[in-house]
């Protein structure tokens, strides 16, 4: 089965490279100005282009305006949403039928309950995103660094297409592999040297860390 890799919260052109080469399939860009991670629609746009037909460039926004939507989708023609707030099934439409794009609806998971909270946006999301629950305090609603119990994911429908998120790393990639199966994988402070600091080294291992996984479980 092919495996979605999307490496999110790219700041520089070093770091897109890194996630390129290594072989992902989705790069993700943020515009929340609480995160480390944070980028303007106009830098974006020159990454962007550098990822232009070598990876799927991914919006990420948290309860993000129409307003400020025309100003990234205008500069940076992502090719999908990733809405990370409190956006409505109703939201979720509007947004895909504004932009002519594919939407992905991120959930903050801690107990199996909370995956039926996806219920309403079935045949309206394009794909889900599971990240756990942020931590109490925390502003940002992802890229804390924490995991959550991969092993609820065994009781979503067959045909739910989502990414994994939260707390992945070189050292659990192939726990969550093995545990959740899951269709696309999504990280962003695993592969930092500190907040909002991509490494190249990091980026590189992970990688040989998902190939190892899937070899393994091939063999």
């Known amino acids: 089965m092919a495996l979605d890799i999307k490496i999110c919260g790219l700041k520089t052109a070093e770091a897109l490279t890194a996630a390129i080469e290594g072989g992902a399939s989705h790069v993700g860009f943020i515009f929340f100005p609480k995160s480390p991670r944070n980028v303007t629609p106009a830098h974006a746009a020159t990454l962007r ?3 232009r037909g070598r990876a799927r460039t991914v919006a990420v926004t948290v309860d993000a305006d129409d307003a400020f939507l025309d100003a990234i989708a205008g500069a940076v023609q992502p090719d999908m949403l990733q809405l990370h707030g409190s956006e409505s099934p109703g939201r979720v439409a509007a947004l895909q039928a504004r932009y002519s794009l594919p939407v992905m609806k991120a959930f903050a998971v801690h107990e199996a ?3 039926a909270r996806i219920a309403p946006y079935r ?3 394009d794909r889900f995103l599971f990240d756990a629950r942020p931590p109490a305090g925390s ?3 992802g890229g804390n660094g924490v995991r959550f119990d991969w092993t609820i994911l065994a009781g979503l429908d067959a ?3 989502y990414m994994l998120s939260g707390g992945l790393d070189a050292a659990n990639i192939g ?3 093995r545990l959740a199966n899951p269709p696309g994988i999504d990280i962003s402070s695993g592969v930092e040297s500190a907040p909002g600091v991509k490494d190249a080294a990091l980026i ?3 990688f040989k860390a998902v190939a190892a996984a899937r070899n393994d479980r091939a063999a």
């Open 204 to 206: 590189e291992a992970f």
């Open 113 to 115: 309950a909370d995956l």
């Open 49 to 51: 282009e550098q990822a």
């Open 123 to 125: 045949g309206i999301a």
């Open 175 to 177: 726990d969550a592999l």
């Open 139 to 141: 502003e940002l609603p």
């Open 159 to 161: 045909g739910v297409d």
